[in-house]
């Protein structure tokens, strides 16, 4: 057992990609599941595969991409260019990120018209991820705590009942 330990970081290394992937559909997962137990029902395994199959599919790779190219195109942890990048990533990631998410889900539940849910609960869950995620991403990102950015993502995304709530009554967590 100790020898796995010590195998995993270096295998984190090796691939960040694939542990990227893994990681995200875990806390995704973990995040519906959790949501779940919180409100008290039965759990909905399908629902939560249905989640880990979204962000298998798209929300754990783009992130991956995005978050590298955002990297790239302005490095560092200067306030100035952590504002640029959560700037940037509110402005273009999340509409994609919401999209994606709300188009997928519909497709999963078979649903005949796969964009109302997006139609609907879009502009609420853009405006409330406005007021939220700039203070959870300059926390996480400027501490270099990116496994809390998406345990965060993971467990807010798939809440459904955060989506016409404040986003002043979700409990925000900081590396601070």
Same mark, same amino acid.
Request: charge should be positive.
């Given at each position: 057992?100790?020898?796995?330990?010590?195998?995993?970081?270096?295998?984190?290394?090796?691939?960040?990609?694939?542990?990227?992937?893994?990681?995200?559909?875990?806390? /995704?997962? =973990? +995040?519906?599941?959790?949501? #779940? &137990?919180?409100?008290?029902?039965?759990? %909905?395994?399908? $629902?939560?595969?249905?989640?880990?199959?979204?962000?298998?599919?798209?929300?754990?790779?783009?992130?991956?991409?995005?978050?590298?190219?955002?990297?790239?195109?302005?490095?560092?942890?200067?306030?100035?260019?952590?504002?640029?990048?959560?700037?940037?990533?509110?402005?273009?990631?999340?509409?994609?990120?919401?999209?994606? /998410?709300? =188009? +997928?889900?519909?497709?999963? #539940? &078979?649903?005949?018209?796969?964009?109302? %849910?997006?139609? $609907?609960?879009?502009?609420?869950?853009?405006?409330?991820?406005?007021?939220?995620?700039?203070?959870?991403?300059?926390?996480?990102?400027?501490?270099?705590?990116?496994?809390?950015?998406?345990?965060?993502?993971?467990?807010?995304?798939?809440?459904?009942?955060?989506?016409?709530?404040?986003?002043?009554?979700?409990?925000?967590?900081?590396?601070?």
């Amino acid at each position: 057992m100790a020898g796995w330990w010590r195998a995993l970081p270096r295998a984190v290394r090796r691939y960040p990609w694939p542990t990227n992937v893994l990681l995200y559909t875990a806390l /995704f997962s =973990a +995040g519906d599941a959790l949501q #779940q &137990r919180l409100r008290g029902g039965p759990a %909905d395994w399908q $629902q939560t595969r249905r989640v880990a199959t979204v962000a298998v599919a798209f929300h754990a790779n783009f992130n991956y991409v995005w978050l590298r190219l955002l990297e790239r195109a302005m490095p560092g942890r200067a306030p100035r260019a952590v504002l640029a990048k959560v700037l940037c990533d509110q402005a273009l990631g999340g509409p994609v990120a919401i999209s994606a /998410f709300y =188009a +997928g889900m519909s497709i999963l #539940q &078979r649903k005949d018209d796969i964009f109302l %849910d997006l139609r $609907q609960k879009f502009w609420n869950t853009y405006m409330s991820g406005l007021m939220y995620w700039p203070f959870v991403q300059r926390s996480s990102r400027s501490s270099g705590c990116p496994v809390l950015h998406s345990l965060q993502l993971s467990a807010v995304s798939s809440r459904s009942d955060l989506i016409s709530s404040s986003p002043l009554q979700t409990p925000i967590l900081s590396c601070d």
